[in-house]
Antibody, heavy 117, light 109 residues
Framework: QVQLVESGGGVVQPGGSLRLSCAASGFTFSTYGMHWVRQAPGKGLEWVAFIRSDGNYKSYADSVKGRLTVSRDNSKNTLYLQMNSLRAEDTAVYYC??????????WGQGTLVTVSS | AIQLTQSPSSLSASVGDRVTITCRAS??????LAWYQQKPGKAPKLLIY???SLESGVPSRFSGSISGTDFTLTIDSLQPEDFATYYC???????????FGQGTKLEIK
C-alpha cells in the first residue's frame, strides 16, 4: 500500500534553514510528480510546491518562491523540501502528497515546522 | 493566478440533511478540481477528483458537479462522521499553481 512518511520538522529561528524529507513506498515513485502542502496552525491548506516525476520541472507558490526548493532522489524514493530564510509565517504542518488522476490521493502524516526565536 | 472562492465558510447542519458547498474559480479550469475532507489533526482525504469523479472507497452520498466555473460538493443524508472541514483544490491552471479554496467547516446543528 502507498505510504508517505515525512520527517525533518522542528523548531528553527527566523532566517534559519531546515530540510524536510518524505520517504515514499508502495508505488513506483519515479513515475509520479509530487506535491508539498502546508497548513499553519488553525488555518487552511496551502499548496507549496510541485515537482515532476523526473525532477526537471518544478513550480512554487508565490509565498515561498526563492526561499523553498523542492527536489527528489528517485534512487532513494525520497522527496525533499529545502527551506531557507525561514519566517514566522512558514510555521505549519508540512505534508507531502501523491497525485492520482485529478487529485492528491495519498498524504503523509505531516511534519511540524515552527519558526520562532 | 487563479483564485478559488469557497462558500459558505461555515455551515451548521443536522444528521440526515443534504448540504452543498460551492467553489468558484476566478477563471476557467475545465474540470480540474478536487474536493477533500479534513478532520482535526489528520491529513486531508480525497473525496472527488476531476470535478465529479468519486474517489475509490468514498461513500456514494458524496457527489461533485460543475457548471462553468462553479463547482459544487453535495453530501446527501449527512452522517455523524461527515462533520469536518472541506476544501477544494484546482489542478488545471497554467503555469501550474495548485491553489486551495479557503475551506468550509461543517458543524453539527
Amino acid at each position: 500500500q502507498v505510504q508517505l512518511v515525512e520527517s525533518g520538522g522542528g523548531v528553527v529561528q527566523p532566517g534559519g534553514s531546515l530540510r524536510l524529507s518524505c520517504a515514499a513506498s508502495g508505488f513506483t515513485f519515479s513515475t509520479y510528480g509530487m506535491h508539498w502542502v502546508r497548513q499553519a496552525p488553525g488555518k487552511g491548506l496551502e499548496w507549496v510546491a510541485f515537482i515532476r516525476s523526473d525532477g526537471n520541472y518544478k513550480s512554487y507558490a508565490d509565498s515561498v518562491k526563492g526561499r523553498l526548493t523542492v527536489s527528489r532522489d528517485n534512487s532513494k524514493n525520497t522527496l525533499y523540501l529545502q527551506m531557507n530564510s525561514l519566517r514566522a509565517e512558514d510555521t505549519a504542518v508540512y505534508y507531502c502528497a501523491k497525485p492520482h488522476n485529478g487529485g492528491n490521493s495519498h498524504w503523509g502524516q505531516g511534519t511540524l515546522v515552527t519558526v520562532s526565536s | 493566478a487563479i483564485q478559488l472562492t469557497q462558500s459558505p465558510s461555515s455551515l451548521s447542519a443536522s444528521v440526515g440533511d443534504r448540504v452543498t458547498i460551492t467553489c468558484r474559480a476566478s477563471q476557467g479550469i475545465s474540470s480540474g478540481l478536487a474536493w477533500y475532507q479534513q478532520k482535526p489533526g489528520k491529513a486531508p482525504k480525497l473525496l472527488i477528483y476531476d470535478a465529479s469523479s468519486l474517489e475509490s472507497g468514498v461513500p456514494s452520498r458524496f457527489s461533485g458537479s460543475i457548471s462553468g466555473t462553479d463547482f459544487t460538493l453535495t453530501i446527501d443524508s449527512l452522517q455523524p462522521e461527515d462533520f469536518a472541514t472541506y476544501y477544494c483544490q484546482q489542478f488545471n491552471s497554467y503555469p501550474p499553481l495548485y491553489t486551495f479554496g479557503q475551506g468550509t467547516k461543517l458543524e453539527i446543528k
